[in-house]
Every structure is written in structure tokens, then in C-alpha cells.
């Protein structure tokens, strides 16, 4: 549908991303590649009035409700395309990403919030110019990972080969020795998790510490126990790799694998601006 065409109940603008202005993707323009936005109805553009790229969308703001930004049919789509155009603009220039659903009310509205933010924004572009945003993520098999901690903890070893032949005294034992083995399962996870930060975050400009997902979130059967991410520079990455494949090897048969997913937008080195936003 074309965009001239149509009109938002309530029209907001919707900001994806802000960027350098040289090498940005034609966005709006004539022979400009444009992509779907979060709002198919209204094209990708660009407001460039300030001297900052700032990547934008109209949207209806009446459809940010509640109800739908909790209703996975309703977001997932959206979220991607969200991405997707971040993705676009971060393969031609630095890119300082902005969290999906940030609306202005006008253009002008954005305006005034880019020349307030100006020399911010600037100093944050500065520092992601050539970087991206690497996850690591690890995954413990419980059970293979307890056989391995209790084959080589000699105390507990002992303590199982001790264990009475009486049912009941026997279970009652077991339940006592239990905390002890989940002690020495977790110890054994963060060492494996500090060997794996340590030698990557060497080589990482930076690294962002992130929140663990249970299993309903990850669709995976094993426990997360590592989300870090790490800011990279280009000619740092074949380093990181080497030492994320040598951290994997040593965990091998163990219960413990990590996955290494980039290059991101990156979303988790842009601090926030002095009013919250983006």
C-alpha cells in the first residue's frame, strides 16, 4: 500500500536507530533500497536535519498497547523488522541502536531530543564505529555434568561408597549428601564460566554481563548458566574465536557447551541518554 495513502489514527514517529549520515542506505530516497518497517503501511526514512542520521518510521501509536506488546503474534513480527532495518544500516555505517517501541511525537519532537543529545550521541557513535556486539551463551546437561562433579570429588566418592545398605538410612544419607553435590556443581560451573569470560573478555573491547533464560524462553532442554556479551573490534575477532573454540574444546563430553552468535547491533553498549531515551 502506498504510504501517501494512508493515514495513522494517531500518528507517531517511530524511531529505529541513530547513525553516522555519510554511507547510510538510501532510506526515502530516490533508488533508495527501502525495507519493510514495523508499520508496513509507512516507508523507512531518514531525518537528517540535526547532522545525526536518525532512521525512523510513522506508525499509529493506538496499536503500542498493552495488550498487543504482550501478545507473541502481535510483536514477533514487528521486533524482526525492527531489527531487520538496525541490520541494514549497521552493514553501511555505526549504528547506535534504540529499543523497539521508542515513539516521538512529531518530528519536531525528535529534533529537539537530537540537538539535546547531540554531543552524546556523538561520543557513543565514536565508540561503536567498527564494532559489533558478539553473544555467548552456555547450556549445562545436568545429569552428564553431576556424573562428571561426583567422579571427580573424592569426599563425595567416599561418602556414596559409604552409604548404608539399609533402605531406609540409605535415602536419608543420600538426601544429606545431595546439597553437598549441587555445592560442588555449581562450584565446577563458574569455573568452567570464569575460564570461558577470561579469555575472551581480553579481547573484547567490552563485555556486558547478561541475565540468564529458563528453559521456556531458550526452547532448549538444558539450563542456560552463561548470557555474556562482548563488544568486538574487526581485527580482534579471529582471536576470539580461537579462544571461544579452545574453552569449547576443553568443556567437550563434560555436560557444559556455549554458543557463539554475531554480529549484533549493539544494543547492550549503548548507555542510556541523560532522559532515558533512546
Keep these: 500500500m502506498n504510504a501517501t ?4 489514527a494517531t500518528p507517531g514517529v517511530y524511531l529505529y536507530c541513530l547513525a553516522r549520515s555519510p554511507g547510510i542506505p538510501a532510506f526515502g530516497r530516490a533508488g533508495g533500497d527501502v525495507p519493510p518497517g514495523v508499520d508496513e503501511r ?12 536518525a532512521v525512523i518510521g510513522d506508525i499509529d501509536v493506538t496499536e503500542f498497547t498493552d495488550e498487543n506488546l504482550q501478545a507473541l503474534a502481535w510483536l514477533a513480527p514487528r521486533a524482526m ?36 543529545h547531540r554531543q552524546r550521541i556523538d ?4 565508540d561503536l564505529t567498527d564494532r559489533a556486539e558478539w553473544s555467548v551463551k552456555g547450556y549445562v546437561d545436568e545429569a552428564q555434568a553431576r556424573e562428571l562433579v561426583v567422579s571427580q570429588d573424592a569426599q563425595i566418592l567416599a561418602r556414596l561408597a559409604a552409604l548404608s545398605p539399609a533402605p531406609g538410612l540409605r535415602y536419608l544419607q543420600q538426601r544429606q549428601l545431595e546439597p553437598h553435590i549441587e555445592r560442588a556443581l555449581a562450584g565446577w560451573l563458574r569455573q568452567g564460566n570464569d575460564a570461558m569470560y577470561q579469555s575472551l573478555v581480553e ?22 548458566v552463561f548470557n555474556c556479551s562482548f563488544l568486538l573490534d574487526p581485527a580482534a575477532l579471529d582471536g576470539f574465536r580461537a579462544a571461544f573454540d579452545a574453552q569449547v574444546s576443553r568443556c567437550a563430553g563434560s555436560g557444559l557447551a556455549y ?5 549484533w547491533p549493539p544494543y547492550n ?3 542510556a541518554l541523560a532522559d ?3
Excluded: Y
Excluded at 549504528?95 to 529537539?112: E, M, Q, W, Y
Design 42 to 53: 509507512f516507508p523507512v526514512t531518514v531525518l537528517e536535519d540535526t547532522g545525526v542520521a
Design 123 to 126: 561520543s557513543v557513535l565514536d
Design 81 to 116: 523488522r525492527h531489527e531487520a532495518v538496525i541490520e541494514r544500516v549497521m552493514a553501511a555505517a555505526a549504528v547506535l541502536p534504540v529499543k523497539f517501541g521508542t515513539i516521538f511525537s512529531s518530528r519536531d519532537a525528535l529534533t529537539v531530543f537530537l540537538v539535546r
Design 203 to 224: 579481547r573484547a573491547v567490552g563485555s556486558a554481563a547478561l541475565r540468564c533464560h529458563p528453559n521456556s524462553m531458550t526452547g532448549r532442554p538444558d539450563r542456560m
Design 276 to 278: 532515558g531515551s533512546p
Design 269 to 271: 553498549f549503548c548507555p
Design 259 to 263: 554458543e557463539l552468535k554475531g554480529p
Design 5 to 8: 495513502a494512508t493515514r495513522a
